[in-house]
């Protein structure tokens, strides 16, 4: 039983770029969470998405950031015109109901470093 | 916003002695949250508070939910090098909710 995947674990990108992270939930999980982590600092919460519909993205910056979990394939977290200030380790979580982040478990992270 | 005040920042130790780190907030949560995050890893929830002065065990760590709402510790007993790690408290307003505020992380070192 796989846990929580994302891709890639480790991701550079040069300053204005795109960076695309994926998230594939645990199988029979329909909610999924976005984190971020600044070095030194705790995970910051970003945006809460459930199949087809983002239920809040009040943690999410207002520009340059979207995030999207189709009914089919992996959730999308997508940062245009990537900045410095973007690199960070990015964390999905996935539970299978509203139980919040006490009954998801988190993937690997990707690594997102801006050069 | 809400903040969670998480001490020490690091601890080093030597094998086998016990350990203690908490959390405050200036804020009443109504869930506490432990979790372990290893290097490269994401996050491993350690332990679940759900109810003020609750007092709950798993394995060699025990943690509580403070009285107050307002705070929760985290105790090792006996490290062990595998307990080598990042140690974060995390606090949920709402039980069940998705906007759960995390502390800045106690590192941990153990010295065989």
């Known amino acids: 039983n796989a846990g929580v995947m994302q891709n890639p674990r480790h991701l550079v990108r040069r300053r204005g770029q795109e960076a695309r992270l994926r998230c594939s939930p645990m199988?029979?999980?329909?909610?999924v969470y976005w984190y971020r982590q600044l070095p030194e600092e705790g995970l910051k919460f970003m945006v809460y998405l459930q199949k087809e519909n983002i239920i809040d993205e009040s943690g999410m910056p207002k520009e340059r950031f979207s995030a999207e979990f189709p009914k089919e394939g992996p959730s999308i977290l997508r940062i245009q015109q990537v900045v410095r200030g973007d690199s960070a380790a990015y964390f999905c979580?996935?539970?299978?109901?509203?139980?919040?982040?006490?009954?998801?478990?988190f993937g690997q992270g990707t690594r997102l470093t801006v050069v | 916003g809400q903040q969670l005040n998480q001490s020490p920042q690091s601890m080093f130790i030597q094998e086998g002695e016990d350990v203690s780190m908490n959390c405050t907030s200036s804020?009443?949560?109504?869930?506490w949250l432990w979790y372990k995050q290893e290097p490269g890893e994401g996050p491993v929830l350690l332990i679940a508070?759900?109810?003020?002065?609750e007092l709950t065990s798993n394995g060699r760590l025990t943690a509580q939910f403070g009285i107050t709402r307002k705070d929760s510790f985290l105790n090792i007993s006996a490290s062990i090098p595998s307990d080598v790690g990042i140690y974060f408290c995390a606090g949920q307003l709402n039980t069940g909710g998705f906007k759960t505020i995390f502390g800045a992380g106690t590192r941990l070192f153990v010295k065989a």
């Open positions: 979580a996935s539970s299978p109901a509203q139980g919040g982040v006490a009954e998801a478990f």
């Open positions: 199988k029979g999980h329909s909610h």
């Open positions: 508070l759900y109810k003020a002065g």
């Open positions: 804020s009443i949560f109504n869930t």
